[in-house]
Each structure stands twice: as C-alpha cells, then as structure tokens.
C-alpha cells in the first residue's frame, strides 16, 4: 500500500493548481484524474475568460476568488508565458431603460473590488466596438482570456518538477477512514493511505463527497452549448459583448460574442438541464436559430449563415433543494472526517478563481499536515 501525504481527486485545473502549490512544500503528493488527459472535463469546455468579478453576491467565495483569482492569473500568466490577453468586456443594453440594470451590475462588481467600471454611452460603444448596436453597455477593461489548454499544462509542468506525482486514467472508486488515514482504492486495484484527501473531482465532486459519507450536496450538470462565427468575421466584435444578465443567473448570463486565443469568435454558452448524465455532451443540441436570434439582437449584420456548432461543456452545477438560484462555491473541510477537504460546484468562476482557490485548499492541507 502506497503511503501519501496528500491526494487530490480530479485533474482539472482547480485540482492542479492545488497539487502544484502543495508539491511546494511537501513529498509524497498524489493527483488522480479518472480521464485519460488532464483537463479533459469543465476546464477546458467553457469559454477561456478571465472574469473580473461584476455577478456575484458580494463576500461569496465566487467574488473573493474571482477578484484575487484574476489578479494571480493574470501574474502567473505573464511569468510563465502561458497566452493570454486583457481584451476587455462590454456588457449591453438593449434600451436606456437597462441602465438601472447596467448600475446594478456595476454596483455588484464595486462591492467585490472589480475596478475600472464604467457605464458609457453609443459614441463610446461604437468607437470600439462599430458592430455593436447599443445605446448604453457596462465596460470592464480588466475582463479577459487566457489559453485554457497551455494553462492546464504549465501547471501540470510546475507540479510534477515540484515533486508530485500525476496519475491519470485513474479512477477512485472506494474510500474508507481508518487509524487517522485515508485509504483509497483506484480502478487499477491499487490502494493508497493519504493523510490529507482534496477533493477536487468538478462534475463527480458530490460522487467522491458520498464515498466519505457527506451526502448534502447533488451536482446536477448544467449544458453549456456553443456557435462558432466562419473564420472571416473574427473581427467582428474586438472585445467580449454581454447581454444584462437575466434575473435568475442559474440559466447563465445569456448568449454572448467571446473571443478565444486562437481568434475564434464564440457564440454561447447557453445554460441547459437536459438530463442527469455527466457524460452526456451531444443528445438534443439546441438549434443555431436560438443563438442567432439572441446574437443579432447585439450585431445586427449578423447573418444566420455566418453560424456554424462549435463544442459543449457541462458546469457542475450545485444544487442544495433550498434558497435562491445562486449558489456559492463549497470548499469546506469534510464534517466527520477534517483531514478530507471539499470543492464542490466549482463552476464558473472556477477557471478564474484556480490559483486562489488551489492556494486555499493547499493552504487548508498544510493546517491538517503541521
């Protein structure tokens, strides 16, 4: 039996971030990731943006790791040369009477610490952005993207020249606790003693949460489909355009204009509940009308046939059968077991948040290890 000092479950970028901050200062770090690539699940299915922290209920831990998660990325980003850009985001109105909507927002991103907010006006917009039809937008100058895949790799590539030792193909599919320790069992039969356990397992982190008994919490994913624009119009918007965001932010923030480092320009995502199924990314795809329809509202010489599908992703989106749509972030020490460590429902903004939140679960290892 394999002795460890510390096991991440899940091999997205939260999971990495965490294990490459632990394997700083600790041996015998393990990382399982049940797909045969790391990054394979929400990671890398979702749009690449840097979020600067506008929707979020201020004090949640979605707005303190979006804001601090920004700024580390943005750091981390430019030491270790991984792609990104500060492209900027506008968020539109269709008519002036959305300014009490736009000032909300506004109001909302204040209160988390986003800076640089500003309402402006359709000189402004169509300086900037001349597609764009829109009497009134919210601006972010600090919004912006950031290569997913080159991400996932330089912090896989940290990680493992700090130590840690990567596995992936590797699936846990039993737990237990005995004589203060974890033991894990894996789909290759191995078994493996860990004094701390991370969970960090997206889409399955409620999966992984019931094997050590902690059954508040059901994952239900939530279907984010996408459009692309043909490559000859890749400059047709120059930052990322928003729609305000509806009033129940657990269908999304409506289709938006995103542009990713390759100069693709994205429509989506939606936000759909199609089925229970965690692998599930193809049944029932969502006609290109429904994103054409919302799309030209914003670009009104957007033609239908300028729409092509592009890829699906499906957000761990956590569900507790009380209070509002929103729902924060868990990460949260297990309450039978301490030295088993959750993050549960880290969907958007988990990607932004990574590093803040990898620094928070390995900074929760390092007081159950002293």
Known sequence: MEKTNV?????????????????????????????????????TRNSGVIHAGLYYVPGSLKGVHCVRGAQMLYEFCAKHHVPH???????????VDQYSDLNAVKTCGERNGTEGLEIVESDFIRRHEPNVASPLALYSPN????????????????????????????????AEVKDGLCLLRTSHGEEVAARVVINAAGLYSDEVARMFGYDEYQIYPCRGEYAELVARLSDIVNHLIYPVPPADQGHGLGVHFTKNMAGRVLLGPNARYVNEDKEDYESDPTPLEVFYESAVKIVPSLQFEDLRPSYVGLRPRLYTGRG?????????????????????????????????????????????LN
Do not use: C
Not at 85 to 95: C, L, M, T, W
């Open 7 to 43: 096991v991440v479950i899940g091999g997205g970028v939260v999971g990495l971030a965490a294990v490459a901050e632990i394997a700083r200062h600790y041996e015998d770090v393990f990382l399982l990731e049940a797909a045969p690539r790391l990054g394979l699940g929400t990671s």
């Open 85 to 95: 850009q500060r492209i900027g985001k506008f968020v539109v109105a269709e008519n």
């Open 143 to 174: 919004t912006g993207i950031v290569d997913t895949e080159e991400l996932i790799k330089t912090l896989a590539r940290i990680a493992r020249e700090n130590g840690a030792h990567l596995m992936t193909d590797t699936r846990l599919v039993g």
């Open 324 to 368: 509002p749509s929103f729902t924060d972030f868990v990460i949260t020490p297990d309450p039978n077991w301490p030295f088993v460590i959750h993050a549960i429902g880290i969907e958007s903004p988990g990607l932004t948040g990574s590093l803040s939140i990898g620094e928070a679960l390995a900074a929760m290892a390092q007081a159950r």
